[in-house]
């Protein structure tokens, strides 16, 4: 597997999947790429798609948010949130 990390844009996607091919791509998309979809990363011909720190980056913004209102005395907004219900149905799927 060949892995692409940061591709710019689409078009570099599709150059590099045809450049190795049969070889399969693995691209790591950051916010700043112009690629929007799996679907279109799918037609492309990307078999793997890797994140980086992208869902640790939105989680820590999740936790500033909260923070920067629970310091200003709203609590409500610090402590909204998944429910204890929702974690537990997420635990409960294992693998799935």
């Known amino acids: 597997m060949l892995y692409a990390p940061y591709p710019p844009d689409l078009d570099a996607v599709v150059a590099i999947v045809t450049a190795v091919a049969p070889k399969p791509v693995n691209v790591l998309i950051s916010p700043a790429d112009k690629v929007s979809t799996v ?3 799918q037609k492309a011909g990307v078999k793997r798609i890797s994140l ?9 913004e999740a936790l500033e948010r909260a923070t920067k209102a629970l310091v200003v005395g709203d609590l409500a ?3 909204a949130g998944i429910t204890f219900t929702r974690i537990n149905e997420l635990l409960a799927r294992g693998a799935n």
């Open 39 to 41: 679907a279109e990363l």
């Open 52 to 60: 980086g720190p992208a869902l640790y980056a939105h989680a820590m």
């Open 77 to 79: 907004s610090a402590t």
